[in-house]
């Protein structure tokens, strides 16, 4: 019961921080697009979304616990371990690429010097991320069907 828990919470938090990543993603032609003035207005919408880092740090420890739980599983454990890999790597993206630029701009209230530099270095930082939070779902999910199914860890025999 335990493991289906941290499965359930794994995946479930996940998918909440891809609805951030993936937002960002699929805005992100449109967004390139707009003309400085109206990008610095449409970056107002993200106020409060920092929220979205309690979905990461709970994505981030139930795959962390999960994979420790399942080591035994040798399938389940690669692939939940690379869909930790793939959630830690989001954070790498994040604090080394999307944070300086919100520092520089004062999360969006003041103008970048330059501009179109720091908007591509936060567009493309979130769609990298967005693309590892995906990749980090479709394996934590695999690793609980995984998991599941060969009954590995529990009283169940083998499929």
Same mark, same amino acid.
């Given at each position: +019961?335990?493991?289906?828990?941290?499965?359930l %919470?794994?995946?479930?938090?996940?998918?909440?921080? !891809?609805?951030?990543?993936?937002?960002?993603?699929? @805005?992100? $032609?449109?967004? +390139?697009?707009?003309?400085?003035?109206?990008? +610095? +207005?449409m970056q107002?919408? /993200?106020?409060?979304w920092?929220?979205?880092?309690?979905?990461?740090?709970?994505?981030?420890?139930?795959? %962390?616990?999960?994979t420790?739980?399942?080591?035994?599983?040798?399938? *389940?454990?690669? !692939?939940? !371990?690379?869909?930790?890999?793939? !959630?830690? *790597?989001?954070?790498?993206v994040?604090?080394a690429?999307? /944070? $300086?630029?919100n520092? %520089?701009?004062?999360?969006?209230?003041?103008? $970048? @010097? $330059?501009? @179109?530099?720091?908007?591509?270095?936060? @567009? /493309?930082?979130? *769609?990298?991320?967005?693309?590892?939070?995906?990749?980090?779902?479709?394996?934590?999910?695999?690793?609980?069907?995984?998991?599941?199914?060969?009954?590995?860890?529990?009283?169940?025999?083998?499929?």
């Amino acid at each position: +019961m335990k493991t289906k828990l941290l499965q359930l %919470a794994a995946v479930v938090s996940t998918a909440l921080y !891809l609805v951030a990543t993936g937002a960002h993603l699929f @805005e992100l $032609p449109r967004k +390139m697009a707009l003309s400085p003035a109206d990008y +610095m +207005m449409m970056q107002q919408i /993200y106020t409060g979304w920092q929220w979205f880092g309690v979905a990461i740090g709970i994505a981030l420890l139930s795959t %962390a616990a999960h994979t420790l739980l399942v080591r035994a599983d040798r399938q *389940a454990c690669a !692939l939940s !371990l690379a869909a930790l890999i793939g !959630l830690a *790597a989001t954070q790498a993206v994040f604090w080394a690429f999307t /944070y $300086p630029v919100n520092i %520089a701009t004062h999360f969006w209230t003041a103008f $970048p @010097e $330059p501009f @179109e530099t720091a908007r591509q270095q936060w @567009e /493309y930082s979130h *769609a990298a991320s967005a693309l590892l939070t995906l990749a980090a779902l479709i394996a934590m999910t695999m690793s609980a069907l995984v998991h599941n199914q060969t009954g590995k860890g529990s009283s169940a025999s083998p499929a």
